[in-house]
């Protein structure tokens, strides 16, 4: 059991391992996505797990145990949230001038890519002004490889139902190909066709209709790498 002289090692490197968790912060806090970075988040709750189990095992010198224990588990913690971290950072330079948003929210990155700069109207024929950042993505994609990539392709209203499901699904599996193509392993990547069902726009007026007409993709982490 705990006594009152005993446990104050271990209450320091809690509070060590919170400090230490917390330090590090998003460098796109005030842009949208989650605000604290995911290393802090799971650097801070690891050290503070690893800190209660540290001391709880090394029973002879329980402050000691608490600060090895924090130290190992919080950077053990740390490592999915430090690699979206530096992946969203990746992402913002090398789409920076090209019109493709980056958007983050927990560990989902999602981006965003206009229609004027991907497809001609009833086109699924990549556009010349969309082969930069697809290079861009595709070498980020090969260096960050602890993502799955799952590419949705967006429509307007206008048309029928079906030609804009089945031209949306051809858009996105253009870009898959594409990007399969660029030497991303095909394995991490799916593709689906949402049509004009998930506008972000009014489709009355042309700008509306030019904000559904998207691509997005969007990077979640593979199962056991958080």
């Not at 600060?67 to 588990?73: D, E, N, T």
């Amino acid at each position: 059991m705990f006594t009152l002289s005993s446990s104050r090692p271990v209450l320091a490197a809690v509070l060590l391992a919170l400090l230490a968790g917390c330090a590090s912060q998003n460098p796109y806090e005030n842009q949208q996505g989650s605000g604290t970075s995911k290393t802090a988040k799971y650097g801070g709750i690891g050290a503070v797990a690893g800190a209660v189990a540290g001391a709880a095992i090394n029973h002879d010198n329980r402050g000691k145990g608490a600060l090895i224990g924090a130290a190992v588990a919080g950077a053990a913690g740390a490592g999915y949230g430090y690699y979206a971290d530096k992946q969203e950072e990746q992402l913002r330079r090398s789409m920076e001038g090209t019109g493709v948003e980056v958007q983050r929210q927990g560990d989902t990155i999602q981006l965003i890519m206009p229609g004027n700069i991907t497809f001609a109207t009833d086109s699924s024929d990549i556009a010349s002004s969309f082969y930069t950042p697809l290079n861009n993505l595709a070498s980020s994609f090969r260096q960050y490889n602890q993502n799955s990539i799952e590419i949705v392709g967006h429509t307007d209203s206008t048309g029928s139902h079906a030609h804009n499901v089945g031209l949306s699904q051809r858009r996105a599996q253009s870009v898959a190909n594409y990007l399969t193509a660029q030497g991303v392993d095909a394995s991490r990547l799916s593709t689906r066709g949402a049509g004009p069902d998930q506008p972000v726009a009014s489709n009355a007026t042309a700008d509306g209709r030019a904000q559904n007409r998207r691509v997005e993709v969007t990077l979640r982490p593979l199962p056991g790498a958080q």
